[in-house]
C-alpha cells in the first residue's frame, strides 16, 4: 500500500499563504499524486491531483518535485474555514482506492 | 443536493447486534467504496463496487461485515454480531469510471457506537 510522510500538525496565520509538504519516496512512475481535506465531523473532501507537472485549480496548487518523490500542497491565502486534516496519497487509480496516512492537521489563526 | 448521502447518520447498537447502513451514491456514479475511520485516524478502505460487482475487499473486512450493491445503484454495508472495536465513523465515496478514480466523493458518514 502507498506510504507517505506528513507533518503532524501546521500553523498559519489567516490570509498568509500555507505550504503542506509530503514525502512519497516509493512512488513508482504511473502513480497520481491526490490530496484530499477533511474538516471537523465531515468526510473527506478532494482538493486536487497530478502526475509531473505542477496543477492548479480553484481551491489550490500543487508542486511536486522534479523526482516525485515529495509534492507540496499551497493555499494561496488561508482563510479559517481552511483549517482540516490534509491528507496526501498516491495510487494508479486503476483500483479507484485511497491509502489515507495520518495527515496534517492545519490550524489557521485570525 | 445530489451529493453522496448516508443513513442513519449515528447508530448506537449493544455488542452482539446486527447494524446494516445505507449509502446513496451521486446518481451517475458507477464506482462506490466504503470506508472506516476511528478517532485521530485517517479513513482505511474497506471494499469497492462498480456497478453491482464488488471488485475488492480489504482484509480489514471481516467475516462479520458484508457489502452489497444490488442494482449498482445504492449499497448497504451490514455488520453483524457488532463488537466494540467496530465502533467508528463508516464512510461512502463514489466516482466515475474513466474519469480520475481518485476524485472520489465522500458522504457525511454513519457514526458507530457499539456499547
Known amino acids: 500500500d502507498a506510504k507517505t510522510t506528513q507533518p503532524n500538525s501546521m500553523e498559519s496565520n489567516e490570509e498568509e499563504p500555507v505550504h503542506l509538504p509530503c514525502n512519497h519516496s516509493?512512488?513508482?512512475?504511473?502513480?497520481?499524486i491526490h490530496w484530499y481535506r477533511q474538516l471537523p465531523s465531515q468526510g473527506p473532501e478532494y482538493v486536487i491531483h497530478g502526475l509531473t507537472s505542477n496543477v492548479n485549480n480553484r481551491m489550490a496548487s500543487l508542486a511536486i518535485a522534479e523526482d516525485r518523490k515529495s509534492s507540496t500542497l499551497i493555499l494561496h491565502r488561508a482563510t479559517l474555514r481552511d483549517a482540516a486534516v490534509y491528507y496526501c496519497?498516491?495510487?494508479?487509480?486503476?483500483?479507484?482506492?485511497?491509502?489515507f496516512g495520518q495527515g496534517t492537521t492545519l490550524q489557521v489563526k485570525p | 443536493d445530489t451529493g453522496v448521502s448516508q443513513d442513519p447518520r449515528h447508530k448506537i447498537t449493544k455488542r452482539g447486534q446486527n447494524v446494516t447502513f445505507r449509502c446513496d451514491p451521486i446518481s451517475e456514479h458507477n464506482r462506490l467504496y466504503w470506508y472506516r475511520q476511528t478517532l485521530g485516524q485517517g479513513p482505511e478502505f474497506l471494499t469497492y463496487?462498480?456497478?453491482?460487482?464488488?471488485?475488492?475487499k480489504s482484509r480489514l473486512l471481516s467475516n462479520r461485515f458484508s457489502a452489497e450493491r444490488p442494482k449498482g445503484s445504492f449499497s448497504t454495508l451490514e455488520i453483524q454480531r457488532t463488537e466494540q472495536g467496530d465502533s467508528a465513523m463508516y464512510l461512502c465515496?463514489?466516482?466515475?469510471?474513466?474519469?480520475?478514480?481518485?476524485?472520489?466523493?465522500f458522504g457525511p458518514g454513519t457514526r458507530l457506537t457499539v456499547t
Open positions: 496519497n498516491y495510487g494508479s487509480g486503476n483500483t479507484g482506492k485511497l491509502i
Open positions: 516509493t512512488i513508482s512512475g504511473t502513480d497520481y
Open positions: 465515496a463514489s466516482s466515475v469510471t474513466g474519469g480520475p478514480t481518485y476524485e472520489q466523493y
Open positions: 463496487f462498480q456497478n453491482e460487482a464488488q471488485l475488492e
